[in-house]
């Protein structure tokens, strides 16, 4: 199972767009690449899933470059209530086995 | 509703105490999940089930013990062998290639 890498912390400004870019270079041919969003004392929640190119929904965008060796997730027009933890994690189609890394934690400010 | 509970929410623990955390889901998912979040940390895998009566362990499974008799249920021991139990368990609960719906939580604290 590939590991991620991701920043450990981002500050941003409310109403701007935040970009948190995650590195997967040993990626599986049928790996997906999952975001998953977190507050404290609660459970994960997931946010997209793409596998190539750009994924996009009522909440962020996913983009995946050709070589998938990284993705990063948009989130456009942050708010306060963004501020949590966002974790990246590839997904191997067909295994039931997730793995988190140790996410990243974003901050906006007002 | 269609969800996944965990109870307790929170609970105590006296050093060499066994205790159990429990997870039901009404989901029709057959895969089950556990997962142990210290303070500032991301997810550790615990153990996770594919199916009733079948699991496997995760990264971190010594000193805890599961059982999957029932496809709604997946209720996880904290032995006296698990040396620094205190923690905040996560259960989850997923279908085959899609996402995982995560339960509130159950903060264990050791006395």
């Known amino acids: 199972l590939a590991k991620t890498t991701q920043p450990i912390s981002m500050d941003s400004y409310e109403g701007q767009e935040v970009n948190i870019t995650c590195s997967h270079n040993n990626i599986a041919t049928n790996d997906y690449i999952t975001w998953y969003q977190q507050f404290p004392s609660q459970g994960p929640r997931f946010i997209i899933q793409?596998?190539?190119t750009k994924v996009t929904n009522e909440v962020a965008s996913l983009f995946i470059p050709a070589d998938r060796k990284s993705s990063t997730l948009s989130l456009p027009r942050v708010s306060l209530s963004d501020t949590a933890v966002y974790y990246c994690l590839a997904y191997t189609s067909g295994t039931y086995k997730y793995i988190f890394g140790t996410g990243t934690r974003l901050k906006v400010l007002a | 509703d269609g969800g996944i509970t965990q109870s307790p929410k929170y609970l105590f623990r006296k050093e060499g105490q066994n205790v159990t955390l429990s997870c039901e889901q009404n989901l029709n998912h057959d895969a089950m999940y556990w997962y142990r979040q210290d303070p500032g940390q991301g997810l550790r895998l615990i153990y996770y089930s594919q199916i009733v009566n079948d699991f496997q362990k995760g990264d971190i499974a010594e000193g805890y013990s599961v059982s999957r008799e029932k496809k709604e249920s997946f209720p996880l021991t904290v032995t006296s062998a698990q040396k620094n139990p205190t923690a905040f368990y996560l259960c989850?609960?997923?279908?085959?290639?899609?996402?995982?719906?995560f339960g509130p939580g159950t903060r264990l604290t050791v006395l």
């Open positions: 793409g596998y190539k």
């Open positions: 989850a609960s997923s279908i085959t290639g899609d996402e995982q719906f």
